[in-house]
């Protein structure tokens, strides 16, 4: 069967994919960008700067207060404005408190209790969140039960034990009841459970690490971030503290809470003078937060990002 062939067009022009319309003019491109910066909007300054200014005035009356005299500060309305007293009141509070060495106990009661507490939580924190021995969960129960109890209930056991000890009117009264607190146990604990792999710690122990290995150079590095915020928690907590210390101290050996009552002893209380005091034993807390804030701020958000 023969059959007549069709002629072939060799004129036909190539299939092209479909152009996309080119987009128009002043249209923007609403696509994310990796990496873009959100700014805020001017409400969310303005909330800012009035929680700044909430923050900050209890400092800044405290300020006025210790510049001025007792009559100024009693009128009403309060003077808004320093006075010209700060330095000879700072003098006297400084003077009659004995607040050198009341500092100098503050700083190393503080010191020593926040290191020591960090250093102990952490350890805790690492047993109670990887290793697995009898009686864990019991035993963090009742770590955490004791976080019930009442500090006042224990005052006079504890101090009947350290006058035994021959401890009373002693710094290390104020420190040794207060070496580790449940609070930091569970806090590093709950850290820890999360920031810490299970497969990081069995391939240390397939390497032939022993406990105390693995808590130095793998927990350490990776609790940097909430150990620091501990250790600030902590000594601002040590540092303000008032109940404890006025029990088991008394003026010749005193912290800064308890060198304070002396400026508010007498018939008539000089407010000034006693703001002057504030300010003296709240000047040590923020110098230390100006000098080591970036970086605890710093390491929390590194603690923060999950790589």
């Known amino acids: 069967m023969i059959t007549d062939s069709l002629p072939v067009r060799t004129d036909t022009p190539p299939r092209t994919a479909p152009k996309k319309p080119a987009p128009r003019a002043g249209r923007r491109m609403l696509r994310p960008r990796a990496g873009r910066q959100h700014h805020a909007g001017p409400l969310a300054y303005i909330l800012l700067g009035i929680t700044a200014l909430v923050s900050i005035f209890p400092l800044y009356w405290t300020m006025v207060a210790a510049s001025t005299d007792n009559t100024r500060v009693s009128q009403t ?3 808004l404005l320093p006075g010209p007293n700060l330095l000879s009141n700072l003098a006297r509070a400084w003077n009659e408190a004995a607040m050198g060495k009341a500092m100098l106990n503050s700083l190393i009661v503080a010191g020593v209790i926040a290191l020591s507490t960090v250093l102990f939580a952490t350890l805790a924190g690492f047993a109670f969140a990887k290793l697995r021995f009898k009686g864990r969960n019991v035993l963090l129960m009742l770590v955490i039960g004791t976080m019930m109890v009442p500090p006042q209930l224990g005052v006079v056991p504890l101090f009947m034990m350290m006058s035994e000890l021959g401890w009373s009117q002693e710094l290390p009264a104020v420190i040794f009841p207060t070496l580790v607190s ?41 609790a ?8 600030m928690i902590t000594f601002v907590h040590a540092w303000n503290d008032f109940f404890w210390p006025f ?32 300010l003296l034993g709240t000047l040590p807390l923020l110098a230390m937060f100006l000098v080591f804030g970036r970086q605890i701020v710093s390491g929390i958000m590194a603690g923060a990002v999950k790589g």
């Open 224 to 231: 940097r971030p909430p150990m620091a915020v501990l250790f």
């Open 77 to 79: 309305p309060p003077p």
């Open 182 to 222: 449940a609070v930091g146990v569970f806090f590093m604990r709950q850290y820890l459970a999360e920031a810490l792999p299970d497969e990081l710690v069995e391939a240390a122990r397939v390497d032939g690490a022993h406990s105390l290995r693995i808590f130095w150079s793998i927990v350490l590095p990776v």
């Open 247 to 278: 029990v088991v101290l008394d003026m010749t050996n005193p912290t800064v809470p308890v060198a304070l009552t002396q400026l508010s002893a007498g018939y008539i209380r000089d407010q000034s003078l006693i703001m002057a005091g504030a």
